[in-house]
């Protein structure tokens, strides 16, 4: 079964750092562009942080640059994203994914309606 287990959300104060961690299984998520997406009360899904699958293009948000880390472990078959000195903004329930077909030219992955995981909520509040 192919699956995607979002974890690590939790709430912390402004400044304070969180590591999320994405478990990949029934698929190889080292053959797949991959990303982290967010969607905040009220607001649309948007685009945090991708991986490309040929040459490791990373993409980040103008938002959490400098702030965020996006990285995998192909060992473990699980990507992070690593969230230093968040901020009230951040706030969001935060989704990964990995692209529709195995080694596309996207940088940030293709997911379907439908195609999104629960998610680990990200409460950033003093």
């Known amino acids: 079964q192919v699956q995607l287990v979002e974890s690590g959300g939790g709430s912390v104060q402004p400044g304070g750092s969180l590591r999320l961690s994405c478990a990949a299984s029934?698929?190889?998520?080292?053959?797949?562009?991959i990303g982290w997406f967010r969607q905040a009360p009220g607001k649309g899904r948007e685009e945090v942080s991708c991986i490309s699958v040929n040459d490791g293009t990373t993409f980040y948000a103008d938002s959490v640059k400098g702030r965020f880390t996006i990285s995998r472990d192909n060992a473990e078959n699980t990507m992070y994203l690593q969230m230093n000195n968040l901020n009230p903004e951040d706030t969001a329930v935060y989704y990964c994914?990995?692209?529709?077909?195995?080694?596309?030219?996207?940088?940030?992955?293709?997911?379907?309606?439908?195609?999104w995981g629960q998610g680990t909520q990200v409460t950033v509040s003093s």
């Open positions: 029934g698929f190889t998520l080292e053959h797949y562009a």
């Open positions: 994914a990995a692209d529709l077909i195995p080694f596309s030219q996207r940088l940030c992955p293709l997911v379907l309606d439908g195609g």
